[in-house]
């Protein structure tokens, strides 16, 4: 007798659905920070690299949910999801926009200790979206857990490998990279890199 065939319930079929909508949302958002420059001569770098870095977080993102979706790994609840995607995408949003005020307000005022409070502002919004990532692996169960913490480690130690690859290369003179704009990617890439990683872990755990 052949087995049942599970379909998605109609809540799985709308993260799915919502999850196409991050990516198609990430690669315009990407596609305009990379567009930008050669369509807008004089388009500051820090802009591009505002809207390249939210549309990597929000793939991350939006792979990493659609992963858990479709395996059926993902054991936190709708409620603690629904929080967990409600104060990072938030945080996320909150970054942008306070980021894009920033690199505006750099240029207008020249006071010592109003340009470190405008500099130090996008720092507020990264707190808010680590503390919800934190909440929401605290209140997983252990197998989660487990899955969030490699992931984790995996997306840290491969960008960290970056950066050290990218260290050695720039002291031999072989590659030239601004201190700011890499100090400034550091956290995009990880959670990009996290998103990835995601994915592949937890097809281990099927």
């Known amino acids: 007798m052949p087995s ?73 609840s709708p409620a603690l999801r629904r929080r967990y995607m409600r104060g990072l995408m938030g945080s996320m949003a909150a970054y942008v926009a306070i980021l894009f005020a920033s690199v505006w307000l750099l240029r207008q005022i020249d006071a010592a200790p109003l340009r470190v409070a405008v500099a130090l502002a996008p720092v507020v919004p990264i707190g808010f979206a680590v503390r919800a990532m934190v909440r929401f692996i605290r209140d997983l169960d252990e197998m989660q857990q487990r ?17 050290m690859t990218g260290g050695l290369l720039q002291q031999a003179q072989l590659l030239q990279v601004s201190g700011g704009v890499a100090m400034i990617w550091v956290f995009p890439l990880v959670c990009f890199t996290y998103g990835l990683a995601k994915a592949f872990v937890m097809r281990r755990y099927r």
């Open 4 to 76: 049942p065939i599970s379909h998605p319930d109609r809540p799985a079929r709308r993260r799915v659905r919502a999850s196409g909508v991050m990516f198609a949302a990430a690669a315009l958002i990407a596609g305009a920070g990379i567009a930008l420059p050669v369509l807008v001569p004089g388009t500051p770098r820090a802009v591009a690299a505002i809207l390249v870095s939210a549309g990597l977080i929000l793939l991350a993102l939006a792979l990493a949910w659609r992963e858990g979706t479709l395996d059926g790994c993902e054991a936190a």
């Open 147 to 163: 899955i969030e913490l490699e992931s984790i480690a995996i997306a840290t130690l491969t960008v960290s490998m970056l950066y």
